[in-house]
């Protein structure tokens, strides 16, 4: 009981922060009478939001998709090569200064390359969502991996284990904290490239939306558009974390025992 009052706690106290944060930014607004061309009330782009959501809509739709899209292409790459990566010295010494290195590349200028390669339009943007969200997931499952310890693998050797039933029954089961910890990183991003991709490369999305509003200074449109990507990410963060908790629920208590010990 004392536990669940303790996350209604904080469930409330984070409600009540953001609603005193937009009610700071409106009186804010009011205040200082800052023009609409640069800060717009969070008022103004709520109702923005409900007047031009028929408008709003396809392209939301659009962004959702070219995100999810490339989102779990990017995991699927990001769990085969963490694996290669994390499960043999060879492959970890070659392959992971090739992934540091092409992760320091801006995804900025990858996009150009694919609309050479593939034209202008979703496909850019879906391989940029995909490349952008690789790297978090190799590093975090090839970590989850190599934190197995020698010691139990030699043991299971003994009892007649081979290396690919130590991989699957043990090694992956207990990397599974450490993908989820990544799969909240690499849908964040995975918007980042999208509309990156949109904003340069495509003729729908909500990227593409942001970029003829700024045009033509419609900044409430602007913000409309910030604040529908928000809402998607943290749908999406709010789906990865109950579907963590489902499937990585002995981890958690483990730690709350910890913290409570």
């Known amino acids: 009981m004392n536990h669940l009052s303790a996350k209604n706690r904080q469930r409330v106290l984070s409600l009540a922060v953001l609603i005193g944060f937009f009610l700071i930014w409106e009186v804010a607004c009011l205040a200082t009478g800052v023009s609409d061309l640069i800060l717009p009330r969070p008022s103004q782009i709520a109702s923005v939001l409900f007047q031009r959501m028929p408008l709003l809509w396809p392209h ?127 849908i964040t991003l995975s918007f980042v490239g999208t509309v990156l991709s949109e904003s340069v490369a495509a003729n729908r999305g909500i990227g593409n939306v942001m970029m003829i509003a700024s045009g033509n200074f419609d900044v409430p449109l602007v913000f409309a558009g910030l604040f529908i990507l928000a809402i998607m990410g943290v749908g999406l963060y709010a789906i990865s974390s109950f579907v963590e908790r489902r499937m990585t629920g002995w981890a958690q208590r483990k730690n709350e025992i910890a913290a409570t010990s």
Request: net charge positive; hydrophobic share 55%.
């Open 60 to 186: 939301t739709v659009q962004t959702l998709y070219t995100t999810l899209l490339g989102f779990f292409l990017g995991v699927l790459v990001g769990i085969v090569l963490g694996v290669i990566v994390g499960s043999s010295r060879l492959a970890y010494n070659v392959a992971y200064p090739l992934l540091v290195g092409f992760s320091s590349i801006p995804k900025v200028a990858v996009v150009p390359i694919f609309v050479v390669w593939f034209g202008a339009g979703t496909v850019p943007a879906v391989l940029t969502s995909m490349v952008i969200s690789i790297f978090p997931v190799v590093v975090n499952v090839a970590t989850g991996l190599a934190n197995t310890e020698p010691e139990l693998e030699d043991v299971l050797r003994v009892l007649g284990a081979k290396k690919r039933d130590i991989l699957w029954n043990v090694s992956l089961p207990r990397a599974l904290p450490y993908l989820f910890a990544s799969l909240k990183v690499a």
